[in-house]
């Protein structure tokens, strides 16, 4: 049995593209076909990415670095529960989410 290696990726700044990015990129099968993708960023940023590429991807919250394999379209997100999406607006510069990108 093959095991896929764990990539981790980071959102960037919750106020830019990478939530969308992220989200487009998990929602190719092609990506969890080849490895074990690992979210490093802000939960409610990425399930809002989601719904606007109308993705229906699940999520699993770890608090982990150890994963084990997962099943096809289960995508752990570790949040970093550093931003409250309610403070900030997507498209605009904001000095909130510029810390929690760091």
Not at 12 to 30: R, Y
Not at 37 to 48: D, R
């Amino acid at each position: 049995m093959n095991v896929k290696p764990i990539i981790a990726v980071t959102m960037g700044d919750p106020c830019g593209i990478g939530p969308e990015v992220v989200a487009k990129a998990l929602n190719n099968p092609k990506v969890t076909e080849s490895c074990c993708p690992l979210v490093i960023g802000n939960l409610s940023m990425l399930k809002a990415a989601l719904k606007n590429i109308g993705s229906s991807l699940d999520l699993t919250l770890t608090k982990t670095f150890s994963i084990p394999e997962l099943n096809r379209g289960t995508i752990p997100i570790l949040d970093l529960e550093n931003l409250d999406p309610d403070t900030i607006t997507p498209g605009i510069l904001s000095k909130t989410a510029g810390r929690a990108s760091m």
